[in-house]
């Protein structure tokens, strides 16, 4: 979906050549704005991050500087939680992964003859879009809340202690994340599913494959392009997300994530030098990650 | 990418499986179907505690199951800033998405239609939006905010928000522009039809589904868009900062109303246009 789309390579070899003065008025406008609030924003990030405290100033008052030890003190204090992040995003994208794939699966292949029923599953799946994504985190919050019927039904067969918890665990994060970006995993996978040739799948079994060899050697593969996009849909906003993890949502100080620190350092303790390292490196990791993957699931012209 | 040669080959083959083929996944079973529904069925819990919860005859807290009642429903603008909050994130999501999708589609239409130079890095400028964390673009622009002085409100909501946008609108129109037949626009030439003229009466009208699609689109992630926006709303409250600060003392029942009313609306909007599409390719296979 949205990162196979600028898979532009057959795209250049239609476009005519016509007069580039039309096309730069017509890219002028939004390019400009990209670089205005997307790019300029980044570069000043680049440079809050190495600004230093202002000589017997406010809280909150920063000058220009070119403070290494920022990413230091930054990185000395939050490691934890950049690795936790990044450790549950990468849970919660294998989980949705799992979970979605089989949803795609029959959506895509086995509901192909009844296109009424194959829209409205679709429907289903991204009804969630449709309310509120911090309402659907409370909604959890209360169903796992300590009187809610999960929590007592887990302690009335043991699986729980009588004093344990599910809310504010790195569980209900991690549930939180994968529940909340299934959709996202979904779609992707069932845009290249849908147009996955059955043929193939007869042809391993003609051929004695086993269902579980075809599945992997013919099935995966040709569903790669939406297993990359459904992942890293999911990945990276996973990684980001501070609402999951948030304290008043589904988390606790001890789940706390990388986004968590970045708010409350730029909102509440106006430390933005601090809270501009730390999503300079969150942006690296990811894009580092981001790269490494795509190379490897050969994707590579996903821009 | 490994499957495009495959996919291209078969695009105009029937994927019609063979009768025995066909027996075959009849034959294993149920298990995926039963899996999928379960799977909605999951999907639906936190919209079903929602919806039922709008009903609760709560106090502040809306917690505990207390009794049916409809007065949330018809009180729900006597919860201090909730409606107005909602009239912010409707006011924020239109001007925002007029914006992106004016300037998402220009864009889209000179990436499939011309060539120029620095391709390579626009698309790149146009990629990397959509694969940065919103944590990241809110702090990124409440920086730049800073830097420059600008006070933080609707505004800066605003122009934040179009940002976002843009990618996604590049992305769902182009698809359609891609699919658009150039010798419609030739034609409209043939005939003396002036740029404009062509645009408007040839271009603008095929290419409208894939604009409709990208402006719902662009409207739906500015109304939930939670995270961008609270690092650029200064005092100001949209609909999610007003349940985002509500959570730390209680959420009344009041923001189930809006938020089960706004998904009843949207469900309605999508049926529409998915029963409308149906009916379009049911007559489009008539006349053919």
Known sequence: ???????????????????????????????????????????????????????????????????????????????????????????????????????????????????????????????????SFLLRTLAWKQIMSDEGPIVVFLKSIAVLPSDGHLTGTAFSVIFGLTYNFIPFMTLPLYATLERLDTRYIEAGADLYASPWTTFRKITIPLSMPGI??????????????????????????????????????????????????????????????????VRRSGTEDLI | MTSAVPAKAFEQASFEPSPASRRRFRMRGIGLPIYTVLALLFLLIPIAYTFVFSFNDSGKLNIAWQGFTLEKWLTVCNTQGLCEAFGNSILVGVIATVIATALG?????????????????????????????????????????????????????????????????????????????????EAGRDLYGSPTQVFWRITFPLLLPGIAAAALLSFALSFDDFIITNFNSGAVDTFP???????????????????SAVFLLAIVIVVVAQVSRAARAKRLARQS
């Open chain 1, 228 to 293: 990359v996009s459904g992942t890293l849909l999911t990945f990276i906003p996973a990684a980001g997300d501070y609402i999951n993890a948030s304290r008043d949502f589904l988390g606790s100080s001890s789940t706390a994530m990388v986004g968590n620190a970045i708010e409350a350092n730029f909102l509440v303790l106006q430390n933005y030098p601090i809270a501009a390292a730390l999503s300079i490196v969150l942006m690296a990791v990811i894009l580092i990650i981001v790269g490494i993957y």
């Open chain 2, 105 to 185: 589609t220009l864009i889209a239409i000179a990436l499939v239609r011309y060539r120029f130079r620095a391709r390579s890095a626009i698309s790149l400028l146009l990629f990397l939006p959509m694969a940065t964390p919103e944590v990241v673009l809110g702090a990124g622009l409440a920086a730049q905010f800073l830097t420059i002085g600008a006070e933080k409100g609707l505004v800066t909501i605003i122009l934040a928000h179009t940002m976002f946008c843009i990618s996604f609108v590049v992305v769902t129109v182009k698809a359609r522009v891609a699919s658009l037949d150039p010798a419609l626009e």
């Open chain 2, 241 to 259: 900062k007003f349940i985002y600060i509500a959570a730390a003392r209680g959420i009344p029942a009041q923001v189930n109303v809006i938020a």
């Open chain 1, 1 to 131: 979906m949205a990162f196979t789309a600028f898979s532009s390579q057959a795209v250049v070899e239609q476009a005519p050549r016509k007069r580039s003065v039309i096309a730069l008025v017509l890219l002028l406008p939004g390019i400009l704005y990209l670089v205005l609030f997307f790019l300029a924003p980044l570069i000043s990030l680049i440079i809050t991050s190495f600004q230093q405290p202002v000589l017997d100033g406010d809280i909150g008052e920063y000058t220009a500087g070119f403070q290494w030890q920022n990413y230091a003190d930054a990185m000395a204090e939050y490691w934890p939680l950049v690795l936790r992040a990044f450790g549950y995003a990468l849970i919660a994208t294998v989980l949705a992964l799992v979970i979605s794939y089989p949803i795609a699966y029959f959506i895509g292949v086995k509901a192909r003859r009844w296109p009424l029923l194959q829209s409205l599953m679709l429907t289903l799946v991204i009804a969630p879009f449709f309310i």
